[in-house]
Nanobody, 117 residues
Framework: QVQLVESGGGLVQAGGSLRLSCAPTRSIAALNVVAWYRQPPGQEREFVAN???????KYADSVKGRFTISKDKARKTLYLQMNSLKPEDTAVYFCNAKWRVTGSDVWGQGTQVTVSS
């Protein structure tokens, strides 16, 4: 069974930067790693950014201009570069993949990002 492994979270001061990475435990052509979500403390999981197969990117309004999603297709690794971090960016960040045929989701275990003021 394939899993997604996120890394790069941590504690950072406001204004700082972090880079998250996500990769599947096995390289499978039928699995497309596509998006980042986050779940702030006591809140629902919310969309952060996604990237299409063609490279089109979409961002939540709250992160536009500060976060950049990118993908290394050869390594099937998804990245999220987070700059100008704010305390309200504090959350567990999850990466999301979809099976090409069924569209069903695969989720990572999450990585904690904490931004201090």
């Amino acid at each position: 069974q394939v899993q997604l492994v996120e890394s790069g979270g941590g504690l950072v001061q406001a204004g700082g930067s972090l880079r998250l990475s996500c990769a599947p435990t096995r390289s499978i052509a039928a699995l497309n790693v596509v998006a980042w979500y986050r779940q702030p403390p006591g809140q629902e999981r919310e969309f952060v950014a996604n990237i299409s197969i063609g490279g089109d990117r979409k961002y939540a309004d709250s992160v536009k201009g500060r976060f950049t999603i990118s993908k290394d297709k050869a390594r099937k690794t998804l990245y999220l570069q987070m700059n100008s971090l704010k305390p309200e960016d504090t959350a567990v960040y999850f990466c999301n993949a979809k099976w090409r045929v069924t569209g069903s989701d695969v989720w990572g275990q999450g990585t904690q990002v904490t931004v201090s003021s």
